[in-house]
């Protein structure tokens, strides 16, 4: 059964920064893409970054371009989110979710950036 258990949200003012990290089990992790979602309050789903299987290529939305870096460790089955001079509006809950067409998601961990 596949599981992603996200970690390492809380509480941080304006520019600050946390990491996010998805333990992932179930399935075998280095083959898949994974994601990162995040969800607003009273907002639908906005899809934050993309890395690939082989940790070699990644993709982010512009909205956290040049502040926000996933990665992952494909000996460990974790994929991580680097958030960096974050704003209110990256307040949400963030999903760890697999491959591009988003088949199974984890719990979600709460981000609130707030001063």
């Known amino acids: 059964e596949v599981h992603l258990v996200e970690s390492g949200g809380g509480m941080v003012q304006p520019g600050g920064s946390l990491r996010l990290s998805c333990a992932a089990s179930?399935?075998?992790?280095?083959?898949?893409?994974m994601n990162w979602v995040r969800q607003a309050p009273g907002k639908g789903p906005e899809w934050v970054s993309l890395?690939?299987?082989?940790?070699?290529?990644?993709t982010s939305a512009d909205s956290v371009k040049g502040r926000f870096t996933i990665s992952r460790d494909n000996a460990k089955n974790m994929v991580y989110l680097q958030m960096n001079s974050l704003k209110p509006e990256d307040t949400a809950r963030y999903y760890c979710?697999?491959?591009?067409?988003?088949?199974?998601w984890g719990k979600g961990t709460l981000v609130t950036v707030s001063s």
């Open positions: 979710v697999r491959q591009r067409v988003m088949d199974y």
């Open positions: 179930g399935f075998t992790f280095s083959n898949y893409e």
């Open positions: 890395i690939n299987n082989r940790e070699t290529q990644t």
